[in-house]
């Protein structure tokens, strides 16, 4: 059964805000912006991608009507979004949700696994890089490691430390194991479940758009 999405016509005018941000246009699916947008809403970053496009191309006669009222006046529009934020409920999500089934999904995603505030989200990235490296290469002082590191915002051993994780999980390489009690391991063992099987262009693909999330 499909999950039932927790859209409500309100939430046009939050969409529009985030579609009317500079640069004014749809932004990327995981855009930062669109992603706290979903988080906030409960809304999957492919609905809230979806329902932009609809406001683009000013797919219903109901999108026009908020377009004709808001799209020249984004004054108007930031009230109209506070109001709707200030009402009861909003900035108390569990009131808000109170007998209402939120079943997290990709929620999840953008949790932090750890103190340092590491993603489900970066290790995917961790993921797609440990597939363009060699073993060797595998250390704080190789380019992409470095790269990578300071795009999520964490240190270069902590990417080394998952790729020594996923070089454990590996099935077609012989490493020394990792510790069972290492608390990444059953992060990292579920994005390689979920994506380490992915043909190289997929998972590349992903991670581009999830890079965009971390671009400031």
Not at 28 to 41: G, H, I, R, T
Not at 88 to 114: I, L, M, Q
Request: aromatic share 10%; net charge negative; charged share 25%.
């Amino acid at each position: 059964m499909a999950r039932k999405s927790n859209w409500n016509d309100d939430y046009w005018l939050y969409v529009m805000q985030l579609y009317m941000r500079r640069p004014t246009g749809v932004k990327p699916l995981y855009a930062k912006a669109a992603v706290d947008l979903s988080l906030e809403l409960h809304i999957h970053p492919k609905e809230i991608l979806a329902r932009q496009m609809d406001i683009e191309t000013l797919s219903t006669p109901r999108i026009e009507r908020i377009w004709d009222e808001y799209g020249d006046n984004p004054r108007k529009l930031s009230r109209a979004v506070r109001l709707l934020r200030s009402m009861k409920g909003f900035g108390s999500a569990d009131e808000f949700y109170e007998g209402v089934e939120t079943v997290e999904s990709f929620e999840r995603d953008f949790r932090p696994v750890n103190d340092s505030g590491l993603q489900p989200i970066a290790l995917v990235l961790i993921l797609d890089l440990y597939f363009r490296l060699t073993p060797l290469t595998m250390v704080p002082e190789t380019p992409e490691v470095i790269h990578l590191a300071r795009l999520i915002d964490q240190p270069a051993s902590t990417v080394v430390h998952v790729l020594t994780i996923y070089l454990h999980l590996d099935p077609f390489i012989s490493r020394q194991s990792v510790s069972s009690d290492d608390p990444l391991l059953p992060h990292c063992k579920k994005v390689w479940n979920t994506y380490g099987n992915l043909k190289p262009e997929q998972l590349c693909q992903l991670a581009e758009e999830i890079m965009v999330y971390y671009m400031r």
